[in-house]
């Protein structure tokens, strides 16, 4: 007997939009004609890309500091150009980097509390376009190693811990380049262009590994992501202005494994990936539902689960990484919608009975730490994510990853004083020879105090001046 209903954990996956005061309002989501996200979310914080006068800015809010946000409410506000993509770093919940119409990307690292002021200075300012920069993404698991690309149709891949430009991929684009993507292990992206073609590359190497030509017919923007299994999955549209989802193999690009049509309508459509449950969620721009799919090694490879419909069309959309999401809930995504003055988080869940933890929802997924230094990357080395269990909820390891990449961030303020002696103290101090050891593991230990007790003068002088300032303000509001 042939089973007729396909077997899957998903298929009764259902979305739930949360109750009002939970949602976040009264935020004048950026109007900016760019087909990125313009959201950015972590276990700690949501950032949101807002309308800002006479420069770029975005919105970072506590994940707990929902309801009405004041207009006053502290943005970073660094760029002097509209703010066009975000992404929050995989290996630290306080670093964001951000792309810009001013040419620039800018890392920049929250308070562990979220903002008290604005925040106007980055922590690195990466300056190599020169055209606006329109995406950011990091490396899923090297530390401190970012990729941009921007409108000059080139990419570049920094180590921001040096605020160096390490790789440039220059004349592999000869049009405006709508999104890249890292595979699992970071040791290749895949970019979609104008031009209709999909390239999958090797950064290193500065080759094109695969491409296919006209991977969908229609002049609409494309989008490529890797998936866990090394194939690629597109959403494009057809001659005919319909959308489609199509699956490529990258041994063998000259047909796709499988298209779906999805409907007839421009919005752009973004995907969003789960590699530990192999489901693809697809968000078109200006719509107002979300459709799942499932991925699976069979023909027809691509299934179709359901779609979350609700009345308001999205601006943009945020995708909570795995160990963000409530397990005994059984969650196994949440989405951050935007509409045009609030944003409203979705939940996806598993119909389940029990309040166990379910272990086949929650294969270990990739954590926090990095599997590799950037200095290591660059050299050749691939590491595969270093992956955590969820069974006990998520508990961030907050002081130990802060110290490491305020380390870095702090080694990159000496670089940029002392050019060029401090990368060879850097690649010096590693490996030390062996009666030395001891001694250097010690110096380094005090100069991670010593720069610790400067970062507290600094944070304590700070506050110093914002009290004054209040108790200025408080005195003239007294007269």
């Given at each position: ?9 998903f ?34 914080f949501v ?8 420069g ?28 066009l ?7 630290n919940?306080?670093?964001i ?16 509390n ?47 811990g ?14 405006v ?22 390239r ?25 992501i890797?998936?866990a ?18 699956l ?18 421009n ?6 990936y ?21 991925i ?12 979350f ?9 945020g ?17 951050y ?30 954590g ?13 080395k ?39 002696s ?17 001694s ?40």
């Open positions: 007997m042939r089973r007729v209903v396909r077997q899957s954990k298929r009764h996956v259902f979305g739930q939009a949360v109750k009002n005061d939970q949602c976040y309002d009264d935020i004048r989501v950026s109007r900016v004609t760019w087909d990125s996200a313009f959201c950015a979310v972590n276990p700690k950032a949101i890309i807002i309308e800002a006068s006479g770029g800015a975005f919105l970072i809010l506590p994940l707990h500091k929902s309801g009405r946000i004041d207009k006053s409410y502290p943005t970073v506000c660094g760029h002097t150009g509209p703010v993509d975000i992404d929050w770093c995989p290996h919940d306080q670093v980097a951000s792309g810009s119409e001013d040419c620039t990307v800018m890392v920049w690292q929250i308070p562990e979220g903002l008290v002021t604005s925040m106007s200075e980055p922590v690195v300012v990466l300056e190599g376009h020169s055209k606006r920069v329109g995406i950011i993404t990091w490396h899923p698991t090297a530390r401190n190693v970012l990729l941009s690309a921007g409108c000059d149709n080139q990419i570049i891949i920094w180590n921001v040096t605020g160096e430009a390490i790789i440039t991929l220059e004349d592999m684009h000869p049009d380049i709508y999104n890249v993507c890292w595979n699992r292990n970071g040791s290749l992206i895949c970019t979609a262009c104008k031009d209709k073609f999909i999958v590359i090797d950064p290193r190497k500065e080759t094109i590994i695969a491409e296919k030509e006209k991977a969908h017919e229609g002049a609409r923007p494309m989008r490529a890797f998936l299994d090394g194939n690629i999955l597109t959403t494009g549209f057809s001659r005919m202005s319909e959308r489609q989802l199509a490529w193999n990258i041994q063998n690009m000259e047909e796709p494994l499988t298209v779906n049509e999805v409907d007839t309508s919005g752009v459509l973004l995907p969003f789960d590699p530990d449950t192999n489901v693809v969620y697809i968000c078109g721009k200006g719509d107002s539902s979300i459709r799942y799919f499932e699976t090694d069979e023909a027809p490879y691509v299934h179709f689960l359901n779609t419909v609700t009345k308001e069309p999205q601006r943009g959309m995708y909570m990484p795995k160990r963000g999401l409530d397990v005994n809930k059984c969650e196994i995504a949440r989405f919608k935007l509409h045009e003055r609030k944003c409203e988080p979705i939940v996806m869940t598993v119909p389940r009975k029990s309040d166990l933890f379910q272990d086949d929802l929650y294969p270990d997924t990739a926090p730490e990095a599997s590799l230094e950037a200095e290591e990357w660059f050299e050749g691939n590491g595969d994510p270093i992956l955590i269990s969820l069974k006990n909820g998520y508990v961030p390891g907050k002081n130990r990853e802060f110290k490491v990449v305020k380390k870095n961030i702090l080694d990159h303020k000496v670089t940029k004083n002392t050019e060029n401090s990368p060879a103290n850097k690649s010096v101090s590693p490996t030390p020879s062996a009666p030395m050891c001891v250097a593991k010690s110096e380094t230990k005090l100069e991670e105090i010593l720069k610790e007790i400067k970062s507290l003068k600094d944070l304590v002088s700070s506050q110093e001046k914002r009290i004054i300032q209040l108790e200025e303000q408080m005195s003239k509001i007294a007269i």
